[in-house]
């Protein structure tokens, strides 16, 4: 719920120098927002309420766009990856027993690159605190963003070492903490607007000590439900089952879970999926949301703080680059050149970008789940959807155009 921000803390609190930048929020938002600023030379604190090596093993998604690699490579922070991460060029969509392979780097000349967050995590963690020197604390309690519109904005927290809360006076803070953290709520309610949507299905989401089953994402669109394979690593692949909301983790055996994964990625002429431990399962309710406009003051959100997209289209995480590197460039104008304009663009410059990946993650969740419906009608036309996919040259390169994201020049 949002809510406003609270008055100044008392005087007395301890204080730190001020700073320029306040980033709220240690996650790929954060932590480029940090990078950018410490390459141009503009103090910043990041804060964090988990350890360091929670960040590093939180498991989330794995797919970056191209044009998010390239703009992490011109700002030297994507040696590792570039180095590890895998490449696809093709995804694979399994429906009516068949197996369809649709190759979108033949289409636009692009590619995915496989990365798992918590290794991109590591390396811009690592880049910010331990190669630039920047300030990051971690474990921190009950943040606090005080006098947002006023020249005398601060952030405050309870140090996890003394008890005692902290107050560090700032220029700008950046609210980059997520969908359950603090900064999206200091919002006046009456200056934003949140538009959401729910699907009304879940995503069992899981991770298996197994070695990918296909060299390339695939697609299961079933009468049961939706299924997706990708991989993770040589060793490591995710699967998502389709679920009801709210259902129990619990309820998934191992046993089920792999029955239900055979059948519902299973066609003709594919060999069964290699089968192993499972070591994660939880349940994903699908559903997005947006807050316009992303800013309100001295604050500025990015990532999941400022929007969520469901993993139907794998986007979150290339949005939340897309902030930061529109942010960062946006700061770092107005704090080295006084050169507002790009903060004072910001929200509509992610907007754009924002609502074409929700339009096009809510496109691909009816093809998804259509068969799966129960409704004979939706069935039928998400059964057209796909043969088009693969009969028309130009259905082909727009699913291709839009599952790649257009390059933002950034």
């Known amino acids: 719920m949002l ?7 008392h005087l007395n609190s301890p204080a730190s120098q001020r700073r320029p930048v ?33 960040i590093e093993q939180r498991p989330r998604a794995g797919v970056l766009e191209e044009w998010a690699v390239r703009g992490l490579e011109r700002r030297g922070l994507a040696g590792n990856l570039l180095e590890r991460a895998q490449r696809h060029t093709e995804c694979e969509f399994r429906f009516a027993g068949g197996c369809h392979r649709l190759s979108y780097a033949e289409l636009t000349g692009q590619h995915h690159w496989i990365y798992p967050q918590p290794l991109l995590v590591t390396d811009l963690v690592r ?3 331990d190669v630039r020197g920047g300030d990051i604390r971690f474990g921190v309690r009950d943040v606090r963003l005080h006098d947002l519109d006023t020249d005398r904005a601060a952030v405050s927290y309870v140090c996890p070492e003394t008890g005692e809360r902290r107050v560090i006076p700032c220029d700008f803070v950046a609210g980059c903490d997520g969908a359950r953290g603090v900064t999206r709520g200091t919002l ?11 699907y009304g299905i879940g995503w069992l989401a899981l991770l298996a000590e197994a070695p990918p089953s296909s060299d390339c994402v695939v697609f299961g669109i079933h009468p049961r439900g939706f299924a997706g394979h990708m991989a993770r690593s040589p060793e490591v692949t995710r699967y998502y089952l389709q679920c009801p909301p709210g259902d129990d ?18 066609a003709r002429d594919t060999p069964p999926l290699t089968e192993g431990r499972l070591i994660e399962k939880r349940v994903l309710d699908m559903h ?8 309100s003051g001295r604050l500025f959100l990015a990532g999941d703080a400022a929007h969520l997209t ?21 700061l770092v104008a107005q704090l080295t050149e006084g050169d507002a304009s790009g903060l004072h663009g910001y929200s509509a410059d992610c907007l754009g970008r924002v609502w074409d990946y929700q339009e096009f993650s809510r496109w691909l969740s009816d093809v998804y789940h259509g068969t799966a419906s129960g409704d004979p009608y939706h069935a039928g036309t998400t059964l057209a959807r796909l043969r088009r996919l693969f009969t028309s040259p130009a259905a082909a390169s727009a699913f291709a155009q839009q599952y790649l994201g257009m390059d933002p020049g950034l």
């Not at 809510?3 to 803390?9: N, Q």
């Not at 410490?38 to 910043?44: L, Q």
């Open 3 to 9: 809510g406003v921000a609270i008055p100044s803390p």
């Open 22 to 54: 306040v980033v709220v929020g240690a996650g790929p938002a954060g932590l480029t927002l940090g990078n950018v600023l410490r390459a141009a030379s503009v103090d910043c604190v990041v804060l964090e309420v988990e350890s360091r090596a929670f």
């Open 127 to 129: 880049e910010y605190a």
């Open 188 to 198: 006046p309610p009456e200056r934003v607007r949140v538009a959401r949507h729910d």
């Open 249 to 266: 983790p619990g309820n998934w055996s191992h046993e089920r879970v792999w029955a239900e994964l055979q059948q519902r990625l299973g």
């Open 288 to 295: 997005n949301y947006v807050v316009e406009p992303m800013a």
């Open 310 to 330: 469901a993993p139907i289209a794998a986007k979150g995480m290339n949005l939340a680059l897309h902030d930061a590197f529109l942010l960062g460039d946006a």
